[in-house]
């Protein structure tokens, strides 16, 4: 696996978590920077240094009541999204994306012929597993929850008659543009079936540091009764991050699921909007 500071940073941002919402919203930096065993001043150059900002305001983005402040002050309506631009080739941090898709009936003989590389990498979420064919990213796992057997089975089985090679430097330029460590354009090979693909090309027209609800992408698709097709859907994005499926809430600001776990969706969503506003 590609080792970069990201990796200790994730595992320390998680027990940083942790002990945020185990002493509540009065938890003073001293008390949490005891609790981390370090110096008030390293804890926050170390937290401020993933998070962007400060440990007291980052706890305000990871409050529970955050999705439906979201909602409230940054809810993107995807009609307008696509009006202004936002679909086909969508400005994602300071990358860009472009994506090709798999024919249907490509996608229906499960990959067969396909060659896949995979790799794991570092990222500001933990362990990733990268998966790519020769067009583009097809496959983004997130493992800090689930485990990295867990990952690798999980993608592997979404493609069952493809062909899987671990080729870590075949995808290194992806990666490290992808989460931010370099410059450049990030192609993405949608493999999926064609619902799927309508719902993961409507999740890109959602702003970083925006969200909307399941029922906005069912009438942007124009299947607005499709709610909870389009939920399983999001659900099986195979590409985390860069397909924001973690933009996606349920109406009432819930979180709803996460694929790759709720606590990493959660601080996904504290990560971005910690970035906007920095």
Known sequence: M?????????????????EVDAAGPGVTLDEL????????AHFQRVFSRWAGVSPKRFQQYL???HAKALLDSRFTTLDTAY?????GTGRLHDLFLRWDAMSPGDYARGGAGLVIHWGWFDSPFGPA???GTDKGLCGIAFSAESGEVEAMRDLTARWPGATYVEDPDALADWSA???????GTVPLYLIGAPFQIKV??????????????????????????AVRAVG??????????LIPCHRALRKSGGLGGYHWGLPVKRAILAWESARLEA
């Open 177 to 183: 543009a992808a989460f931010g460590q370099t410059g």
């Open 129 to 131: 597993l990268m998966m």
């Open 83 to 87: 009006e202004t631009g936002l679909s």
């Open 33 to 40: 920077s005891m609790r981390m065993n370090m110096s008030p």
């Open 232 to 241: 399983t859907a999001v659900g099986r994005n195979p590409v985390s991050l």
């Open 63 to 65: 409050a529970l009541g």
């Open 200 to 225: 993961w090309e409507a999740l890109m027209r959602i702003p970083s540091g925006h969200v909307t609800t399941y029922s906005e992408i069912a009438k942007a698709i124009g299947t607005p009764r």
């Open 2 to 18: 590609q080792q970069h500071a990201q990796g200790y940073h994730f595992d320390f941002m998680r027990r940083a978590i942790e």
